[in-house]
């Protein structure tokens, strides 16, 4: 890769703010900054944090990028350890927050900024040796930023200096709200493919558009997608589901082709379900929103509930559970989905289509009222959905609540506007590239 010639100076250029509000930044992660600057290393918050920051977001993670190396940082901080295989971290251990630790890497590296996997699921075997396969060396800070993925995430701050560093132009494409590659697009996608996933992601949740030359190279590398490890594809995946902005990230899948490779049972389904299935991904937006968090296995249901509906319609929940097993389990398989979760949501269709029938008394197992705030999320959102089966959910909404579970951990207090209000849980005993020619939900093609 052709590194971009130093723009050092560009924390200067009066376009940039001249700090991050501070309220916002973690002390922690700052005072790890100050101790690897007090023993000569230049040293940033980098990435998504800053991303954030400047949008006036509440970081999740922060992240310290150092010229010190892996070994260095770890004499400094003994409440540290070192991480990774293909490239070597630190996690800084302060109390129970982790601060995590990198060194600049160099132009070879070409890898993105993402996390490594482990796994996308307890129990799911992970390859962690991503696609990218090149020599693990440091580097300097304009190397760094030149080897992540868009501009958005190539940003630096100094919070000692409180300066804002900029290598690539990412403060403007921020102010502008628009995804662009560092480099030609095609090329960095091909690079790592999973970085397609990722551009849809911020995307959808952050409201950003994705630039004209980007977004065409995305259906020209989609079908390389297949190429990485099924975990990384995962765990993107369902990253994207978890961000409460799955409806935009689906019609941007289609759009560009990668919903045929991530998600091809969804891509044959779209044609028949159309505009039923973007207002069931609206609903499942507002539930994800208002919970911040939702289980795995109910992310799954609910993202591909409306193809699940048709396994359902047997009056024998044994039949239903046999109909749910046999055209789940091939897509587990396929996208590494742990067995424990895929019985998880077996028995939620099963729960499901036993609380439907109110004439005939339901007598609950263990594992049974464990599943139920999750079914009850499920029951109300296909009321909203649909506009029938409210008596089913209230019927066992008053059951649940008469055994404490009425707002745990997962039936949403959300108003039939969408609005959204918490309460305390009881505890129980592109720019033009997205314009006329975009194809929405109305099928892949």
Not at 273 to 301: M, S
């Amino acid at each position: 890769m052709t590194v971009p010639p130093s723009t050092s100076s560009l924390h200067l250029n009066s376009d940039l703010p001249a700090s991050l509000d501070h309220e916002l930044l973690d002390t922690d992660a700052i005072d790890v900054c100050r101790r690897l600057q007090d023993a000569g290393f230049t040293t940033y918050l980098v990435g998504g944090c800053v991303r954030d920051a400047l949008l006036g977001r509440q970081p999740k993670d922060f992240d310290v990028g150092t010229s010190a190396t892996p070994n260095q940082v770890r004499r400094l901080f003994r409440n540290s350890r070192l991480i990774g295989r293909r490239f070597r971290l630190v996690h800084v251990l302060i109390g129970p927050k982790i601060v995590e630790v990198a060194t600049f890497r160099g132009a070879g590296d070409g890898e993105d900024d993402s996390k490594a996997v482990e796994s996308p699921f307890d129990g799911a075997e992970a390859d962690d040796d991503g696609f990218i396969r090149r020599a693990n060396v440091f580097g300097s800070p304009e190397e760094d930023a030149a080897s992540r993925d868009f501009t958005i995430n190539a940003l630096f701050y100094d919070p000692i200096a409180r300066r804002i560093i900029d290598h690539v132009g990412g403060y403007a494409d921020i102010k502008a709200r628009r995804i662009r590659t560092i480099g030609p697009p095609e090329l960095r996608f091909r690079e790592d493919p999973v970085r397609i996933l990722r551009a849809i992601k911020f995307s959808a949740r952050l409201g950003f558009r994705i630039d004209a030359p980007t977004f065409a190279a995305m259906p020209v590398v989609a079908g390389d997608i297949d190429k990485c490890p099924v975990a990384r594809v995962t765990e993107e995946v369902f990253r994207i589901a978890e961000s409460g902005h799955i409806k935009d990230a689906v019609t941007l899948m289609n759009d560009t082709d990668v919903l045929r490779v991530v998600l091809p049972e969804l891509a044959d389904a779209l044609p028949e379900l159309a505009g039923r299935y973007e207002k069931h991904l609206e609903l499942v937006d507002q539930v994800v929103r208002a919970h911040r968090g939702l289980p795995r296995e109910l992310v799954i249901a609910l993202l591909y509930f409306p193809i699940l509906e048709s396994c359902s319609n047997s009056t024998d929940p044994s039949a239903v559970g046999r109909a749910v097993e046999a055209w789940l389990n091939p897509v587990g398989v396929r996208m590494h989905i742990a067995v424990r979760n895929r019985l998880s949501i077996r028995g939620l269709l099963v729960l499901l289509q036993r609380m439907k029938d109110l004439r005939r008394p339901v007598r609950l197992s263990p594992h049974d009222w464990r599943a139920l705030p999750l079914a009850l999320t499920v029951l109300r959102l296909l009321y909203r959905r649909d506009g029938t089966g409210r008596d089913v959910y209230q019927h066992w909404r008053q059951i649940a609540s008469d055994q404490g579970l009425a707002w745990v951990p997962a039936e949403s207090p959300l108003v039939d506007t969408g609005d959204v209000h918490f309460r305390e849980p009881r505890r129980p005993g592109s720019d033009d590239a997205r314009g006329s020619g975009s194809r929405g939900m109305r099928g892949a093609g």
